[in-house]
């Protein structure tokens, strides 16, 4: 695609957010972090680890942990579907880059999210942990969920329920 | 004009560069330490202070110049024998190295700045003045001049002519004069200044001087041209041994920029040649054929009749050899590690894909698919050995650096160690080394601290004073075993298992082997050391030891004789990036086990176990405690009717894994996890079939520690406890 049409169709000041859903609500990330999207298939399980925690996958040649953001989010671990998707995203995580998979129920668009438009997470509502939130982004068809992925995978808090996990 | 960038790259490389040389200069500095008078190791020092203090010019680090100036002007009087090297000197010039070293890392790359300590700096020097060397009672000259009536000796002739930019590089003439004169008695010396400009046309820092030197000596002509070996680069050198021929000086004569006449008359100021012969020759010069061929200077010599042709032979073949030692020397490459590491990955990607390819190929049945797939998988087999191999250096160096941290502490226990070094050239991964560093630290100075006693305890035991440290390196069954021993007075047992009890480490009644009571004190916040010093003894040492020897998937292992000393057993794999494993599966799922520690297989008979997660089998005679994987990993039960056991080794335990299936061994590349399982017992890493699906490595190690714990904490769990702690336990 040409940049400079994509810079035309984007607002001044929006960033692009990658959409998708998980369960019924939507939930939306800096597009910049998304690597690539593919399909949700051959996991390897790794024992001892918290039920979100799906297992790795190999992305050519490279081990990619898989996490179900669902499960995340404390709702029922996913059932793989048609749509059900694995965004990879590169996050640095402790000074190294780390790729990893997130499964999502589907994947919808690519939103151009004005800094204006987003709102502050509510104090309960939401479904998930407040502290997951980065912000509600508001268009025509209601809000986005805005996830801080910083916090979603958090290494301290993953490890945390990780030895919980193998202690029991 | 270089930009940023490449200047960065220059000052990397000088800072790569300076470390080695810094790394060099220790070693020589240890070696004064035992044979003070060894030549060899004061030039080399020279040359490294000197070649470090060049680089950094370059790179105008003035701190650098400034304070390795004072060493190499202090090298160079020990060089000329108006010092000698007390060990006081020593250890401060170690002191110093470590201020240069120090230096060089703080080095700022970005912009070639450099923060330094002055006050430290300054302390350090006046210490090193202090104690740097005593004047020799007796004159350097003395010694020669006792030997003049030997009857080889004659008059050399040295002819050197000094480039302008001589006193720039730093050095000084009368310095080499000086050394010079080490090597006989100077019987003629005579300053050429012809090419001195006016003095209003004179810049001082340019050197215009020639020499013309008369030397007595039995040294070679070789050992001559040693003296000027730094300044080879900036001056003309032309040696004329004893009693040459007319036609040689002749040659001197006119190939020397002066008039011929000028240089004529010093060669017969100096008595080499009479005027009559002067005259002669000179005169001779204008009828000797324009045509003739020049002759070699062997030749020549030859031909004249005082050498004979053997002897030049012999000396043209050892030129030879150093010149091919030099060139084999200088085809080394300096590579950056992640190049490498990169390198290694894809070849780790080939071996994958390769078998992939191999496997679709036997799918498919065709015969000559078939074969070319598998010579393409021997060739890979090769590239990936030889790929390793570039890993692959040697321990020696790492073993070096012992010296010094021997020096140190027994100095400052005040006991007298010799540290004994063998299997330098064992050769492992790189990668293992650097992290061996730190333990192997820890070891020595263990043993220094607590293992060797102090000389009175020796001398009562009937021990020589000298305490003996030994470090050991060798190749065996496809693992490299580094030993550290001491001839101290070994573990005390009984203390051991004293403080364990009072620690609650080990239960009162429980009733452990001496192995295991030695292996107590890898267990955390362990020490037995009454009084806390601040070189070990804080109890935090060795479970570190233990853990970092656990990353590197390795083992060790205590051989103690009470009085007699002791000995630490390291076993480590010689790489990280490969695993010699054994392929198994649960269901759908595939793990590695470590190949070393598989012992042997066994078909389970389903009575056995009675489907139990932990159980104990009759193995010839021995309970094998068995854990069934699948339950214990919590995988979805398996639906396969016959199910096998692994027995695994690791250490003194034994044990047996339930897996479903077993595919035999396989040769593979290791993929780390990541850091979401870095808290995976049980699990090390992964590794990626042919067919793309992901295999994890099982980590033996951590799998029985983790056991260990759920059989103390939890013993209800297990089905019978008693042979597991028999087994697992020790």
Known sequence: ?168 | MLNENQWSQLLQGFIEEGRDLIKQAEEYLLLLDDTPHDEEAINGLFRAMHTLKGSAGLFSLTPITHFTHHLESLLMEVRDGLRTLSPAAISVMLRCLDEIASMVELIDVSNGTLDVDDAHQAQLLAALAEHGGQVPAVGASAEPAAESGAPREGNWHISLRFHADLLRNGFDLASFVRYLSRLGEIRFLEVIDDALPELAELDPESCHLGLEIDLQTQASKAEIEEVFEFILDFCTLRILPPDSALSDYLALIQALPETDERVGQILVASGLLTEHELAESLSAQAHVADGAPKQALGELLVESGRVAPQVVDAALAKQQSSRERKASESSQIRVAANKLDELINLVGELVISAAGAQLHAQAQGNAICIESTQVVNQHVEQIREAALKLRMIEIGDTFNRFHRVVRDVSQKLGKDIHLDIHGADTELDKSVIDKLADPLTHLVRNAIDHGIEPAEERAAAGKPAQGNLRLNAYHESGMIVIEISDDGHGLNTERIREKAIARGVIEEQSNLDEHAIHMLIFAAGFSTADAVSDLSGRGVGMDVVRSAIDALRGSVEIDSTRGVGCTFRIRLPLTLAIIDGFLVNLGEEFFVVPLDMVTECLELDDVQLAGCKYGYLNLRGKPLPCIDLGAHFELPASNSKRRNIVVVNFGRQQAGLVVDNLHGELQTVIKPLGLLFQHLQGISGSTILGSGQIALILDIASLFRQLQQNVDSNPGELRSTKPHQDSLGS
Request: glycine share 8%; proline share 5%; hydrophobic share 45%.
């Open chain 1, 1 to 168: 695609m040409n940049p400079s049409i994509l810079a035309h169709e984007s607002p001044q000041g929006a960033v692009q957010h990658l959409s998708f859903r998980v369960r019924q609500a939507r939930y939306a990330l800096p597009i910049e972090l998304v690597r690539e999207i593919i399909e949700y298939g051959q996991i390897t399980t790794v024992p001892m680890m918290p039920g979100f925690i799906h297992g790795v996958i190999n992305l050519r040649g490279n081990v990619v942990p898989v996490l179900d953001l669902a499960a995340r989010f404390g709702f029922e671990r996913t059932e793989a579907g048609n749509r059900t998707c694995i965004v990879i995203i590169e996050l640095n995580l402790d000074d190294a880059q780390q790729n990893i998979g997130l499964v999502v129920d589907a994947v919808d668009a690519v939103l151009d999210i004005e800094p204006g438009d987003v709102e502050q997470a509510p104090a309960f509502g939401a479904g998930i942990r407040t502290d997951f939130i980065a912000g509600m982004a508001r268009d025509e068809r209601g809000f986005t969920i805005v996830l801080d992925v910083r916090r979603v995978l958090s290494l301290d808090d993953i490890l945390q329920l990780a030895l919980a996990q193998q202690a029991g």
